[in-house]
């Protein structure tokens, strides 16, 4: 049944779904996604990098890392008044998320009592909060929790096979581990992966199988387009074929029905039928504001203009999260509170 929530997905079936006629797979992804969500909202999260470059792990995609060359103006850690400031800006813009990036292999305990004095700056706000410091221990999860932070972010990126064509720093297990403290501490989930890598299909397939047949589905799965950045070593990557992207988010939508589906990073190169495809196909969280952690992403009147086309709205918190949504907000869809309760069943 469509919407069925399932954690024995095997990769055969993962590909098979992936190889349909797209108008079947989109077919099957929209009865995902509206057995769970109403198919017309869109949630917004907005990122800061609060610790920016220099950081020790060699991941290829990536602009921060200090093996490579690139055109990045490092940054310490940033005061709480910089950050609550920038995170007013962004829920008077319409985000109802912030979430705050650190450019570490894994933050000292230190360092983790800083963030989350930013991170108690933001909650203050009415805002849910999520953090992404790269690999964490139990403790340290366990504090973040008790903190009130609601998400952390930590992406397998690709397939376990592809994982050491991309970064030798650390393995695909590590990130399982850190996974695994954050999911035991009680704190939401977000984790995904990048696209455009120069990895093929049966990656693609094992990447969303993995994330698919975790313990419990993370709450939220962001689907990054890779941002090919000048100096980093995937800066000539062959461009995906956008369709590929599409049918990335449709089987996302299908195996991780409850999930939100975040199409992430990559949107600034994108063409609006791109985009609206993959809302098609079961997507229904962006970024918004006019950068991601170093690189650009659209400005928030071409976003307005492109759910105004068609015809769809920002929702007032994700729709799993509709009580956390702070007060004033817009009114939650008629659909939410359902789609709050099967939500729940995503984590068992
Ligand atoms: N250092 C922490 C970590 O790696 O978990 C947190 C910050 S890191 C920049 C967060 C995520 O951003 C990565 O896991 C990766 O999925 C994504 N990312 C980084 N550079 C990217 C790029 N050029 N294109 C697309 N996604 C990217
Ligand atoms: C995620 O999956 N994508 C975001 C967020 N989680 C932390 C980061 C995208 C970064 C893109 C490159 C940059 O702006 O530095
Ligand atoms: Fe560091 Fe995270 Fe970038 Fe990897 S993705 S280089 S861990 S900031």
């Not at 975790?214 to 000539?236: A, C, F, K, M, Y």
Request: proline share 7%; net charge negative; hydrophobic share 40%.
């Amino acid at each position: 049944m469509a919407g069925t929530i399932r954690h024995d997905w095997t990769r055969e079936e993962i590909a098979a779904l992936w190889e349909r006629p797209l108008p079947d797979l989109i077919l099957l992804a929209q009865q995902a996604h509206r057995a769970h969500f109403p198919a017309d909202e869109v949630q917004l999260s907005t990122l800061l990098s609060i610790k920016t470059g220099l950081c020790p792990e060699d991941c290829a995609y990536c602009p921060q890392s200090a093996h490579h060359n690139t055109e990045l103006e490092p940054e310490r850690v940033l005061d709480v008044e910089t950050v609550v400031a920038r995170a007013r800006e962004a829920k008077a813009a319409g985000a109802t998320r912030y979430c705050m990036g650190a450019a570490w292999r894994r933050p000292s305990d230190r360092q983790l009592e800083k963030v989350i004095d930013l991170v108690q700056g933001v909650r203050a706000l009415g805002m849910e909060t999520c953090v992404t410091l790269g690999m964490l221990t139990a403790s340290q999860a366990q504090r973040l929790a008790e903190a009130g932070l609601d998400y952390y972010n930590h992406n397998i990126d690709t397939s376990p096979e592809y994982y050491g064509e991309i970064i030798t720093t650390r393995s695909f297990d590590d990130r399982l581990e850190t996974l695994g403290h954050v999911r035991e501490a009680g704190l939401k989930t977000c984790c995904g992966g990048i696209v455009g890598m120069g990895e093929d299909r049966a990656d693609r397939v094992a990447m969303v199988h993995t994330l698919a047949t975790l313990p419990e589905h993370p709450q939220s799965v962001p689907i990054n387009l890779l941002v090919r950045v000048p100096g980093t070593p995937l800066q000539d990557a062959e461009p995906l074929d956008p369709f590929e992207l599409v049918r990335t988010i449709a089987v996302t939508r299908i195996t991780m029905p409850a999930s939100a589906v975040r199409l992430s990073a990559g949107r600034e190169e994108m063409d609006d039928a791109t985009q609206a495809l993959c809302l098609l196909a079961g997507a229904n969280s962006f970024f918004s504001g006019p950068r991601l952690l170093t690189t650009p992403n659209p400005q928030a009147d071409r976003d307005r203009a492109l759910l105004d086309r068609l015809g769809m709205r920002p929702v007032a918190g994700e729709a799993a999260d509709v009580d956390a949504a702070p007060a004033g907000a817009a009114e939650p869809s008629p659909c939410a509170g359902r789609a709050s309760a099967d939500a729940a069943t995503a984590s068992r």
